[in-house]
């Protein structure tokens, strides 16, 4: 992530030539040292993202503060909604829309807790507002929000269950750009801090998590199910790849 040094500017050296008495000042001028090129970013297409309006409609909005922001994102904690999985893909907005209701209703949040949701066909769902580009603080990993994206794999994927590949190449592609825009490599390991001691780690304790990791890694939960967790290195090679590593 750190940017190469410039190059060195040109340096004139004067060598002064004292032989005898009198004798004359010669300069010696050294060629200019070619700059390095700076590395290039590892950056991945941005995915096809469905907006907040797709879902979300003015009977259902609840009123909410303005978001809050970090100032980029470093690492992406994946979640399953624990929810049915057969369901029809166009009946996705619907889920969200009752995901959302629950969030903002019975536990009181200001938002649905997620930046993104992902269904069974591999549609990406826009989830809390703040404008999918910007690093918007969620509410998806109690300790962890800050500097993180939370993707939500719609459905239940516990041992045992089916995990399609259109759903973890959605999410392939998401946490490739997502990241990408801090040239983060998504099968590294990130520092975070944590925030809540609520979380595995002591309040202000700095964690060593993948940097795309499963709710479980900062959580105590079984979230995102045994199922998708272990596909977790195969969409952190398919990330990578995306970022041209």
Sequence with gaps: MLACLPGLAAVLVLALCANGIGRKATAAVRRPVAARPAAAPHTAPKPRIVPRSA??????????PPPRYDDKVVAVFVHHTDSPNGYACADAPRIIRYLYAGQTGVRDWDDIGYNFLVDHCGTIYEGRAG????????????????????????????????????MTDAIAALAAWKLGLADVDPRGKAHLVSSNSLSRYASGTTA??????????????????????????????????????
């Design 55 to 64: 879902w979300l409609d003015a009977l259902s909005r609840h009123a909410q």
């Design 131 to 166: 404008g999918v580009d910007r690093a918007v603080t969620g509410a998806h990993t109690q300790g962890f929000n800050h500097r993180t994206a939370g993707i939500a794999a719609i459905g239940t994927f516990t041992a045992g269950m089916a995990v399609p590949r259109a």
């Design 208 to 245: 060593i998590l993948p940097v795309l990791a499963g709710h479980k890694d900062g959580y105590m939960t079984s979230c995102p199910g045994a199922a998708l967790l272990a596909r977790l290195p195969e969409v952190r090679g398919v990330a990578a790849r995306l970022q041209g590593r």
